[in-house]
Structures are given as structure tokens and as C-alpha cells.
């Protein structure tokens, strides 16, 4: 029984300073339609452009997007930041409304696109319970019914009439977490809660969550947590660009994300006059390319990197290094490595290097590559900064802890368990 | 495979004129709980806690007592000033009190109408309720002062029979806040200069209003200003209920009651339309 219909959604945003001089505009706008007219600051002839973007200063979010879901279907909603997911679960969740298209629903929907919405700190966790509960659309008597659950299940038994000012923001979520997941709707649309609360209380809500596609409920998942999306879900699409590019089992969808991502970083060729550098060197080309038993062109924790580097050199008889940074999107260094001493001497020309990066090491992330060239191990000659930047993607065996691990790297260190 | 029906459809459009009534009363708990909530967390932390409802309007008509009627000397249909002034300023307050809060109704609460869809009239609905209720409660003390004066012999109030109307006055004086207020809730998302000129425009009226004055004590202009204004007729008539001066002015009360059906359409029809898609241009 299909729970969720969406067909031919479309979704327009204005861009820029929205209020100035809009009045003229709006007017306008009102005539062209009283006149039955086709609305002059709607352009419709844009709608194949990639970018979505028009020079009226308007932008579509989402483009012919269609799609159902059925009775006790899980479905995950993948793709990059601004690839419209937010726009969707917003429409879904009636926050704002579709430009175009429609959308047919059955049953109550609840969305978590962010928990706590509606706390008043001044209020008790009880009363902010009732609150909360009944802006997420429940009747008091329903909360009555669930109070206890709700406590139990949030564990700030304790602190239940002292005003949530006076929680740490760890009691607060959770609070508001278990509020929201003991709504009993039809449908449930989940936005990257998985984010919070410390690993108990993930696996509480993930838990929580199986349990609602369950009992025949219907839940729409969005997250960049490749491993939740591959657990929890039966079906997933991936957006891009405001359209759907792909839609099928999770694990094909995620896979089809994966190698489309960021391939367009992962090299850059210059020409000589336009390259970085100076009067002793420039880059020619930088190439990042992921080495895999599979051969899937995929940077993953399970990927060897390699980086191809082909510099030009100015300088005679140059005793030369490379120096390679890598540093984690935060801004640390995660390491530092030269080129083989006692170095070589060089001439004029192009020249090139090559730094393998073991599968394994690094942890999942986005990584930025610099290096500079250095004359007797003394005197850097340019930095050429930040000329990479990657993301290291998850991939590993199932554990019930969907989390991040800590830290920069992850390195295969022998560690067992005598059993 | 079989049609499935599906029980509700989210378009682009609004039906014209869908006021939505039935899903706003599945929501009546969370109106009520919005009105607890304004109540509990506007006197928390404070010493005086909700008396504050009763004081504002009684050392305002102490105040008004001394400026107006004590330096300025005007009249005041031969009712004591105090009462006078007070029974103004409780219809007044409940007025400028659900105007100005449902104007910021989009504004204010952006950013909890962005994460989650309820029906946005539940948060205007329940501003009136709560101000029902601090009138309501105020108007215990106008009658406990009416009372104590009478005892005391100062002022032997007449009561008239159309006080029965009061109700009716009341719920104008409400639903014509709560129409002007969507109308600016609803324009001030687009058009912020709005919220600047609502603050001084309320400031303007309550001047423009027979709150420290009788209409009986104005001409020209300023009585042709006080005929244009729908609370006039409220007021006069509610003097007239409570006080028995003045007379009843049923062209007035009709005049009210039309205007306020007029901002409430134009209020509701306004605000359905912005409702659906504000959270893109806030």
C-alpha cells in the first residue's frame, strides 16, 4: 500500500536579498497573473542547465522529482549538501510548499528535522514534554498515555521538573529526542539525528527506529551516514542537482554516490602561464587516484592513495625536496613527508613525484593536500597550497555503532581479542 | 494493483477560502498549551509573578489619573477618573495585546515554523485566548474597585442592562486585533519596515481612542478621526454598559462589527496564502 506519492515536484528559491525592491516586482508579477500571463520572473527555460541557476536570481532546488513509498518501507535520502534534500523533507513535512507538482500522503506525518523544536527553557522538562509533544501534533491525552515511556526512555527522571535551562545540552536532546520518538505516526521523516547524543543513546534511536518501519510505519531517512543509510534502510535515491539520479537498494545507491563524488577534484592540470608558483617552479598537475582490490574508483578507509605530482623546475642544479602536508578539514596537520634523502639534483624542466598513501590510515574525512619545493633541504622555493582537497568515505564490516570513529587516522593496528 | 486513496495532498495552491478550522481544532491542546506556556514563562523569575497582569494597568490609570485628570483636567463623563481610566485601559490592553503578538507571529517564531508543521493559526488563536483570559482577570479588579468605591460611598456606579452585550463587545475588540494582527504578521514577512510603524501606530491609536477621554469631549477633526476608528463604538458602548453615561450607539457597534469582519477575511485570506510558503523569504 503506498503510504507516500510524490509526483513532478518542483521547487523554486529566490536568490540574494529578498525584500529589496521586491515590491515593484511583486506588483508586477500580480498583473502578469491577472492577466493570465506566464510569470515574468519565472524562467522556465533553465530548468536543464546543471546549475539550476538563472540570471533572474532564482534557483530550482528541486526539479521533476517523483517517487512513492510504500507501507513499512524504510527509504534513505542520499546526496551532497545543496543537492535538495532539505528542500524535499521541508515539503514533505508541509514546512513550505512545492512550486510546482504535487504530493498525496496517507496517514499523520511526523518530522524530526531537528530535535528540541519548540523547548522553552523557562519551562519544566514535564511541561515542555506536553509542549513539544503537541507541536509534533499529539493530543494531551496520547502524551498522558506515554509519559512514563518517555521519561524512562529520555533518563532525566530526575531532573523531570527543574526547568530545561538547567540541563546540559546532552540531558536536552535526549529529552527531546524521546519525546519525538515515541510519536506514533504513519509516517516519520528523519534528518541526521544520529548526529547526537553519545553512543548509548544512538543505538536507542536506531533501535527505535527499526521498531517503527516494523510495525508498518513508513519512514524517510536523510543522512550522509553511508553505514545508518546501508542498515536501516530498504530502498534509497540519491539527488543531485535537485533531481533523482539514482534509486534502488541502498547498498547500489550509496556505491553510485560514492564514485560520483568529488572526481572532479581529485586532479587539476595548468597550463605553464596560468599554473601556481613563481620565478623557480609551477605546478603542472596534481592527480589523486584510489587504488582498490576492486578497482572501483572509490576513496574509502579501504582505498591506497596515490598522489602523481608533475612540477616545473627553473632553477640549475636544484638539490631538491618535496615536502607534502596533509591537513584534516579542522585545519591540523596530520603529517608531514619529504621526498628520499640525500636528495637529488635536478635540472630545468618538468619533473615528477609520486607519494603513495597506504589503504587503512586515514580515518573518514575531508582531507587537504599542500606541498612545497624545497632547494638543500633548507629553503622552500613555493607552498603550493591546499591544490587537493578529498573526503576519505566509510566502509566497513557491520557493527550495531554507527558513529564516527575519533581521531585523524585509523590506522589496521594488530589488536585482537583471545576468545 | 488497486487504487490507493490517499487522504490528504499538498499543492502549490490554496484553495481560496479554506479556513482550515477542522485541523485547527485537532490541534486545540497544542492552543491551549501555548497559552500555558505564555503565561508560565512571561512571570517566571519574577517576584510578583502574574499580579503583574494587574498592576501594569492600574498604576497606568493611576498615572493617567494624575497627568490627565489631575493636571490636564479632563472630563471624564462624571465617573471617577480612576475607573474611568481603568475600565479603558483593560479593553485597550486587551486590544494593542493581541494586535502587536500576532503581528510577530511569522517573524517570531521563524524558527520554529521552519523544523515543524502545525497549523500556524494555532499560535494567533492561542494569543487570544491568553489575553481573554489577563482581561478577564482584570476585569475582577475593575469590578472589585467598582464595588469598594460604591461601599466606601465615593462613586455609586449604575449599572445598564446592556452590560449583558459585553461578551459581544469583547469578542469585536478580539477577533478585530487578531484580523489587523495576521494582515501585518503576514505583510511584515516580506515588508519589515512594517514591525518599526506597527510600534508607533498602536502608540497612535490608543490616542486616537476615548480611553482618556470621552468622544463626548472632542469636535471637528478629532471627533470625525474617532468616528473612522471601529474602537470607538466598542468603548463608548462599554462605558455606557458599565456605567450607564453616555448613550448606546448601535450604528457605532455595527460599524465595529463590519470592519472587524472585513480585516478578518482580508486577515485570514492573507495569511492562508503566506503560511504556505514564508519559511523561503524569511
Redesign the interface.
Known sequence: ??RI?VEHIYKQ??LGQ??TG??IQ?VNRWWHKVRGKEDPTMKITEFNDPVAHDSSGFIWALKDISFSVNHGEVLGVIGRNGAGKSSLL??????????????????R?A?L??VG??F?P??TGR?NI??NG???????REITQKFDEIVAFSGVEKYIDT?VKRYSSGMYVRLAFAVAAHLEPEILIVDEVLAVGDVDFQKKCMGKMKDVARHGRTVIFVSHNMEAVKNLCTRAILLEHGTIVSEGLPSDVIETYLMSRNQLDWGKEYSEHEAPGNAYTRLKSIELTPIREDGKPIISVKSTLEIKISFWNYVEDLVANLSLHLYAATGECVFNVITQLPPPTIGIGLHHARCVIPKELLNTGVFYVSFMLVQDTAKPLFNFEEVLIFEVEEEREITNWHGKFPGFVRPNIDFKLQA | MEKTKFREVITPQQSFFDLKLKELWNYRDLIMLFVKRDFVAQYKQTLLGPLWFVLQPILTAIMFYLIFGRIASIPTQGIHPFLFYFSGLTLWGYFSDVFTKCSNTFVGNAALFGKVYFPRMAVPMSIVISGLYKWWIQSMVLIAAIIGLYVLGVERTNVHWTLVLVPVYIFILAFLGLGLGILFSSLTTKYRDLSFLLTFGVQLLMYGTPIIYPLSFTSGLMRKVLEWNPLTGILENFRYAVFSVGSFDFGGLMYSFVFTLIALTVGILVFYRVEKSFMDTV
Open positions: 500500500m503506498e506519492k528559491y529566490r529578498v525584500g521586491s515590491l511583486d521541508k515539503i514533505l513535512s508541509k514546512v513550505t510548499s512545492p512550486t510546482k507538482g504535487q504530493i498525496m500522503l496517507n496517514g506525518v518530522s528535522l531537528e523544536t519548540g522553552h523557562e519551562l511541561e506536553f509542549l503537541a507541536i509534533l501534533g499529539m493530543t494531551k526547568p
